[in-house]
């Protein structure tokens, strides 16, 4: 009964390739996030959607494009990937009006 | 701009002994969030003290906030080995639709 789920955990990926990374979240949230956290275990924003509308999208490339089917599922693709990719990337949701965030346990995202 | 900083960067303690990490923030807030996150997992929400609240206790747990000087800390007291874990404090943003982070605290609690 995982309140936020993230598949997969771990993915390790040439340069150039596309990548998939898939969230949901069972908790009847209806904002949810993609956050990345680097190697210094700085954590930062790069998207959040409500009620599948995109609401954030901080500087991020292009080459990320988030996708929310319905409200309780946040998927990101990743084309063309980097080096610099490489991160934990967490996807969290939250209920309207209500601060907490919940996060998912994370993917672990290696770029060679 | 990092909303953020947290200090010490790290800490380590003797089990029993008493944890404080400090947080600044720049910009004015509705609220202030303390997370924890262990090793390998995601992060998970600890507390949370409104702008017009100086102090929360919840369990070993306490938080103060000082929106003067864009402060607060977070005090675990009787600390355990599995306290061992990083802490982030986070500011709400954008009317509460994003968090902003600081850059953590990694707390070593050693039995």
């Known amino acids: 009964d995982t309140a936020v789920s993230q598949t997969p955990k771990y993915l390790v990926t040439q340069m150039g390739n596309d990548k998939s990374i898939k969230c949901e979240q069972n908790?009847?949230?209806?904002?949810m996030y993609w956050y990345k956290q680097d190697s210094k275990k700085f954590l930062k924003i790069m998207f959040s959607?409500?009620?599948?509308?995109?609401?954030i999208n901080e500087t991020v490339p292009n080459r990320f494009s988030p996708k929310s089917p319905d409200k309780a599922h946040l998927n990101l693709h990743i084309n063309s990937l980097e080096l610099g990719d490489s991160a934990v990337y967490f996807c969290?949701?939250?209920?309207?009006?209500?601060?907490?965030?919940?996060f998912g346990p994370g993917t672990r995202l290696t770029v060679l | 701009s990092q909303q953020g900083e947290e200090d010490p960067q790290a800490l380590s303690i003797q089990e029993g002994e008493n944890a404080t990490m400090n947080c600044s923030y720049k910009t004015s807030i509705n609220n202030l969030q303390w997370y924890r996150q262990n090793s390998g997992r995601g992060l998970v929400h600890l507390i949370l003290i409104r702008s017009n609240e100086r102090e929360k206790h919840s369990g070993r747990l306490r938080v103060t906030l000082d929106t003067s000087k864009k402060s607060s800390s977070l005090l675990i007291t009787a600390s355990r080995a599995a306290d061992t874990a990083s802490y982030f404090c986070a500011t709400d943003g954008e009317g509460g639709n994003k968090l902003v982070f600081g850059a953590g605290t990694i707390l070593r609690v050693k039995s």
């Open positions: 959607y409500n009620n599948k509308e995109l609401i």
């Open positions: 969290a949701s939250r209920s309207p009006g209500v601060s907490e965030q919940f």
């Open positions: 908790l009847g949230h209806d904002t």
